[in-house]
């Protein structure tokens, strides 16, 4: 087939080769990059309150235009895609500077959108924009819109039909690989992602062979415009395998440039593996001491037959402080602080330092509860998946099952197995006078809390898919009185997308812990299991369920059984509202008892920031007893779980 140069236009001829710098170009150009925009204005969650953009008034000859995009054979969602890639579209509240930046920006758009129809696979599609009714091709360089603002600026899109795969070729060191495990398959998809995601995994499965150097060194892209195909033949050289080079890192300030080369863990000789090139990325960004963090390898080996393996890093600030805040109807205005050092001695050492108060509103001016502690950890200690840390808290509360004041201290060591699993070992000694139903008592408790932690979610904050386990032992002595007990405790937490875009998310979890060894008057009443409140079964009051003592006060139990199921339902990208249930049972006995299960029932309202959702959740109690309150409304950030 004749090969063709490409049309601005956006259109192809039957039969053309698309040329093959261009054709990736494109191909990286659907990756679109928001700018990001400081106001003058005082703004919040990006709601301008009042004032002008400091951006728009510092614009030089601006000009305002008003954009229309025509696309009438485009369905919703292509439509959708053309409309996000649109950079006329999306700043259309913000002048541009000149008619010069107007012609300019028309143009960067209509690359963009033949970009956005290559990502849906229309290889025939044409773009056509017109400025104050000329086209941008027949417009000078210098030419002038002189009309009444807003300019006016039309975009029309012919989509064209959605091209399939045709024939496909994996040549060079590719040519024993099935190009459908890479998802290329005649009559596939034949969008231009689709094609980079092929070529990204087959490179990914040659450097997976310890291949650094693995690269596409030949793409040969033909669209077939008789029979709407692609045909795709792909040339692939895989490279020496080879094992790691010097490990050089630039950018470090504050941060030990030698501690920040051991963390990535990349030893000299090992053979390479891009997994463990992420895993050190993904490690060096856990130490909190980094902006950003590139890993890249060398284009040649070094004289030994390894790959040198360059870590360019940007430091954050070391110091920071905050302020957070949560609210109940039930138990009332909490309200902490805390302030941090991520770099304390120049190896990612972390100190904070928080305290917080709550029960404001609820409880008396004598009844405040209060928390305070201090917290150091040390990363690398044991190699660099492990972590040092220790810390020492104090606390005053006074729920209803009890009064409470203790001094803790606690060290140990955290390791992490692979990216998804954690173990933690710790030895702790805490000291307690605590008032509850059985009376006064005080204690000594020597405990070695065990933490084993598996967690595969997408998002930490905002999970979409995934799941969360979480299994705690920590046996016990008290040394004032003798006795001896085992707490165990298991967690879990699952989250599936029902559909493509994650608007509709079902989340479960599910909790059971119980006590054993000793009874429940021996176990001091801060260690025993509760039930109830925001974070629990929403509905009913901060411990509110289970076992109560003659004057109705909760007294706590040897286990617990906790479950919620809720549907985060997105309204659009920040809003959503969670509708739930929840339910739980506290037991005297060391099994839960499932006779006495208390079921609560809400709706809640998300709004999603960085930093996580904004929570807040209103619940009425299904089995209500009398003592229990009539409904519950609790306001806080992150997900309820």
């Given at each position: 087939?004749p090969?063709?140069?490409?049309?601005?236009?956006?259109?192809?001829?039957?039969g053309r080769?698309?040329p093959r710098a261009?054709l990736f170009?494109v191909?990286?150009?659907?990756?679109?990059?928001?700018?990001s925009?400081?106001?003058?204005?005082?703004e919040?969650?990006?709601i301008k309150?009042?004032g002008?953009?400091?951006?728009?008034?510092?614009?030089?000859?601006?000009l305002r235009?008003?954009v229309?995009?025509?696309?009438?054979?485009a369905?919703k969602?292509?439509?959708?895609?053309?409309?996000?890639a649109?950079?006329?579209k999306?700043?259309?509240?913000?002048?541009?500077s000149?008619?010069?930046?107007l012609?300019a920006?028309a143009?960067?758009?209509?690359?963009?959108?033949?970009?956005?129809?290559?990502?849906?696979?229309?290889?025939?599609?044409?773009v056509?924009i017109t400025?104050?009714?000329?086209?941008?091709?027949?417009?000078?360089?210098?030419?002038e819109?002189?009309?009444?603002q807003p300019?006016?600026?039309v975009?029309d899109?012919?989509p064209?039909?959605?091209?399939?795969l045709?024939n496909?070729r994996?040549?060079g060191?590719?040519?024993?690989?099935m190009?459908?495990?890479?998802?290329?398959i005649a009559?596939?998809?034949?969008?231009?992602?689709?094609?980079?995601?092929?070529?990204?995994?087959?490179?990914?499965t040659?450097k997976?062979?310890?291949?650094?150097?693995?690269?596409?060194t030949?793409r040969?892209?033909?669209?077939?415009?008789?029979?709407?195909t692609?045909?795709v033949?792909?040339?692939?050289?895989?490279?020496?395998v080879?094992?790691?080079?010097?490990?050089?890192?630039s950018?470090?300030?504050?941060?030990?440039r030698?501690?920040?080369e051991y963390?990535?863990?990349?030893?000299?000789g090992?053979?390479?593996?891009?997994q463990?090139?992420?895993d050190?990325r993904?490690?060096?960004?856990?130490?909190?001491?980094?902006?950003?963090?590139t890993l890249?390898?060398?284009d040649?080996?070094?004289a030994?037959?390894?790959?040198?393996?360059?870590?360019?890093?940007?430091?954050?600030?070391?110091?920071?402080?905050?302020l957070g805040?949560s609210f109940?109807?039930?138990?009332?205005?909490g309200?902490?602080?805390?302030?941090?050092?991520?770099?304390?001695f120049?190896?990612?050492?972390?100190?904070?330092?928080d305290?917080?108060?709550?029960?404001?509103?609820?409880?008396?001016l004598?009844?405040?509860?209060?928390?305070?502690?201090?917290m150091?950890?040390?990363p690398?200690?044991i190699?660099?998946a492990?972590?040092?840390?220790?810390?020492?808290?104090?606390?005053l509360?006074?729920?209803?099952?009890?009064?409470?004041f203790s001094?803790?201290?606690?060290t140990?060591?955290?390791?992490?197995?692979?990216?998804k699993?954690?173990?933690?070992?710790a030895v702790?000694?805490?000291?307690?006078r605590?008032?509850d139903?059985?009376?006064?008592?005080?204690y000594l408790i020597?405990?070695?809390?065990?933490?084993?932690?598996?967690?595969?979610?997408?998002n930490?904050?905002?999970?979409?898919?995934?799941?969360r386990?979480?299994a705690?032992?920590?046996p016990?002595?008290?040394?004032?009185?003798g006795?001896?007990f085992?707490?165990l405790?298991?967690e879990?937490?699952?989250?599936?997308?029902l559909?493509?875009a994650?608007?509709?998310v079902?989340?479960?979890?599910v909790?059971?812990?119980?006590?054993?060894g000793?009874?429940?008057?021996?176990?001091?009443?801060?260690?025993?299991?509760y039930?109830?409140g925001?974070g629990?079964?929403?509905?009913?009051?901060y411990q509110?369920?289970?076992?109560k003592?003659?004057?109705g006060?909760?007294?706590?139990g040897?286990s617990?059984?906790?479950?919620?199921?809720?549907?985060?339902?997105?309204i659009?990208?920040?809003i959503?509202?969670v509708?739930?249930?929840?339910?739980?049972?506290?037991?005297t006995?060391?099994?839960p008892?499932?006779?006495?299960?208390?079921?609560?029932?809400?709706?809640?309202?998300r709004?999603?920031?960085?930093f996580?959702p904004l929570?807040?959740?209103?619940?009425?109690p299904?089995n209500?007893?009398p003592t229990?309150?009539h409904?519950?409304?609790?306001?806080?950030?992150?997900?309820?779980?």
């Open positions: 087939m090969a063709h140069e490409k049309q601005m236009s956006g259109g192809t001829a039957p080769v698309l261009l170009a191909m990286c150009s659907t990756v679109l990059v928001g700018e925009r400081h106001a003058a204005a005082f919040i969650f990006g309150l009042w002008a953009s400091k951006e728009d008034a510092d614009i030089v000859d601006p235009y008003a229309t995009i025509n696309a009438p054979d369905d969602e292509l439509r959708k895609k053309l409309e996000n649109s950079a006329l999306g700043d259309a509240d913000h002048p541009v000149g008619s010069l930046g012609m920006k143009r960067s758009d209509r690359e963009q959108l033949v970009a956005a129809l290559y990502a849906d696979a229309r290889y025939e599609g044409v056509t400025i104050d009714g000329k086209a941008i091709d027949d417009l000078p360089p210098d030419a819109f002189k009309g009444p300019i006016p600026v975009v899109i012919a064209g039909p959605k091209f399939t045709g496909i994996l040549e060191d590719a040519a024993g690989l190009s459908a495990d890479y998802g290329l009559g596939g998809d034949a969008g231009s992602g689709a094609v980079l995601k092929a070529e990204a995994l087959i490179v990914r040659l997976e062979q310890g291949r650094p150097l693995a690269k596409v030949g040969r892209i033909v669209a077939d415009h008789n029979t709407s692609l045909d033949t792909l040339t692939v050289a895989a490279g020496p080879a094992g790691y080079g010097a490990t050089t890192v950018g470090t300030e504050k941060v030990d030698d501690f920040t963390m990535t863990g990349l030893k000299r090992r053979q390479y593996s891009p463990e090139i992420s050190a993904d490690r060096l960004l856990a130490l909190e001491v980094f902006n950003s963090v890249k390898e060398a040649k080996l070094d030994d037959g390894n790959i040198p393996i360059g870590v360019q890093v940007s430091e954050r600030k070391p110091r920071y402080f905050g805040g109940s109807n039930i138990e009332g205005l309200l902490e602080g805390y302030w941090g050092n991520r770099n304390l120049g190896q990612a050492e972390k100190l904070r330092i305290g917080s108060i709550s029960g404001i509103g609820s409880n008396d004598s009844q405040l509860n209060y928390n305070a502690g201090i150091f950890e040390k690398g200690v190699g660099p492990s972590k040092f840390f220790a810390n020492v808290k104090t606390v509360e006074h729920p209803d099952a009890y009064d409470h001094v803790k201290g606690e140990g060591i955290s390791y992490d197995l692979n990216k699993q954690t173990v933690s070992a702790a000694l805490d000291y307690s605590i008032t139903a059985f009376g006064k008592h005080k020597a405990s070695i809390p065990l933490q084993y932690v598996y967690d595969n979610r997408d930490r904050l905002n999970p979409t898919s995934g799941f386990v979480l705690y032992a920590e016990s002595y008290d040394i004032m009185s006795a001896a085992l707490k405790k298991g879990g937490s699952a989250y599936q997308s559909d493509t994650s608007k509709f079902l989340a479960e979890r909790a059971v812990g119980s006590i054993v000793a009874g429940l008057e021996s176990v001091p009443a801060d260690r025993r299991f039930s109830g925001g629990s079964v929403r509905g009913y009051s509110g369920i289970g076992p003592d003659i004057n006060q909760p007294i706590g040897l617990f059984f906790e479950t919620s199921v809720e549907m985060r339902i997105g659009t990208d920040t959503g509202i509708p739930f249930v929840d339910a739980g049972t506290v037991s006995k060391s099994a008892n499932f006779s006495e299960v208390k079921v609560g029932a809400g709706v809640g309202l709004y999603v920031t960085p996580g929570r807040i959740d209103a619940a009425v299904l209500r007893d229990d309150p409904f519950g409304i609790y306001a806080g950030i992150g997900q309820a779980f």
